[in-house]
């Protein structure tokens, strides 16, 4: 069946660092893929999306490609805030709709000053 | 307010109680999204609603699982003789089409005792 998997966290990282979240995904088809933010005591948002082969999603300074030959769509920043720290969760859907989404476990960052 | 609201934010019952869950989408959202996020792990469907229909209900895992969304707006959540397998915090999003962006409420966490 579909699935996504992102590395585990937690990720500590010092403020201005490069941040990597990997996410590869399993799927038939062309699904769509995203990235999800929770931060601390709010609702899960949208960041970012891509629904075909190479496209690249981006958002606050966070970008993410859809590489479909290594079946990945990781996500990266240059330059990471302490505002940045939150839960970031990938995920894709292979249907039409954009709510049947199947969520990885979600990876959560902490940013230190 | 603008967002998703869910009630209540926190429940705590006891093994083989009755509870349910409630999602005020956002005003003029059709469609409203049902998932359930248990610790350490990412959001899973459970149930898709377009309309007062259930569209997908393929992620409930059993029958003591139920929603309704009488009229288009407001959905209850209902779970029978509760287990406590079933604590986990139940999340709720809306979107103005099946396929927008979901808006996620901050959804409510529900123990199971």
Same mark, same amino acid.
């Given at each position: 069946?579909?699935?996504?998997?992102?590395?585990?966290?937690?990720?500590?990282?010092?403020?201005?660092?490069?941040?990597?979240?990997?996410?590869?995904?399993?799927?038939?088809?062309?699904? $769509?893929?995203?990235?999800?933010?929770?931060?601390?005591?709010? *609702?899960? /948002?949208?960041? !970012?999306?891509?629904? @075909?082969?190479?496209?690249?999603?981006?958002?606050?300074?966070?970008?993410?490609?859809?590489?479909?030959?290594?079946?990945?769509?990781?996500?990266?920043?240059?330059?990471?805030?302490?505002?940045? $720290?939150?839960?970031?969760?990938?995920?894709?859907?292979?249907? *039409?709709? /954009?709510?049947? !989404?199947?969520?990885? @476990?979600?990876?959560?960052?902490?940013?230190?000053? | 307010?603008?967002?998703?609201?869910?009630?209540?934010?926190?429940?705590?019952?006891?093994?083989?109680?009755?509870?349910?869950?409630?999602?005020?989408?956002?005003?003029?959202?059709?469609?409203?999204?049902?998932?359930?996020?248990?610790?350490?792990?990412?959001?899973?469907?459970?149930?898709?609603?377009?309309?007062?229909?259930?569209?997908?209900?393929?992620?409930?895992?059993?029958?003591?699982?139920?929603?309704?969304?009488?009229?288009?707006?407001?959905?209850?959540?209902?779970?029978?003789?509760?287990?406590?397998?079933?604590?986990?915090?139940?999340?709720?999003?809306?979107?103005?089409?099946?396929?927008?962006?979901?808006?996620?409420?901050?959804?409510?966490?529900?123990?199971?005792?």
């Amino acid at each position: 069946g579909n699935s996504v998997t992102q590395m585990e966290g937690p990720v500590t990282l010092s403020e201005e660092a490069f941040l990597t979240i990997n996410c590869t995904y399993t799927a038939t088809g062309y699904p $769509s893929l995203f990235w999800y933010v929770q931060y601390p005591g709010e *609702g899960l /948002q949208l960041l !970012l999306k891509a629904t @075909k082969a190479d496209d690249k999603g981006s958002n606050k300074g966070f970008e993410a490609t859809y590489r479909k030959e290594t079946t990945s769509f990781h996500l990266e920043k240059g330059s990471v805030q302490v505002s940045d $720290s939150a839960v970031y969760f990938c995920a894709l859907s292979d249907r *039409g709709s /954009q709510g049947n !989404l199947i969520f990885g @476990k979600g990876t959560k960052l902490s940013v230190k000053p | 307010g603008a967002g998703v609201s869910q009630t209540p934010s926190n429940k705590v019952t006891e093994k083989g109680k009755y509870v349910e869950l409630r999602c005020d989408p956002i005003s003029g959202h059709t469609a409203l999204y049902w998932y359930r996020q248990s610790l350490g792990q990412g959001p899973e469907f459970l149930i898709y609603f377009q309309g007062t229909g259930a569209a997908d209900d393929s992620g409930l895992p059993n029958d003591r699982f139920f929603a309704v969304r009488p009229e288009g707006s407001v959905s209850t959540l209902k779970i029978q003789r509760t287990e406590r397998g079933d604590s986990a915090v139940y999340l709720c999003a809306s979107s103005f089409t099946e396929a927008g962006e979901l808006f996620f409420g901050e959804g409510s966490r529900l123990t199971v005792l």
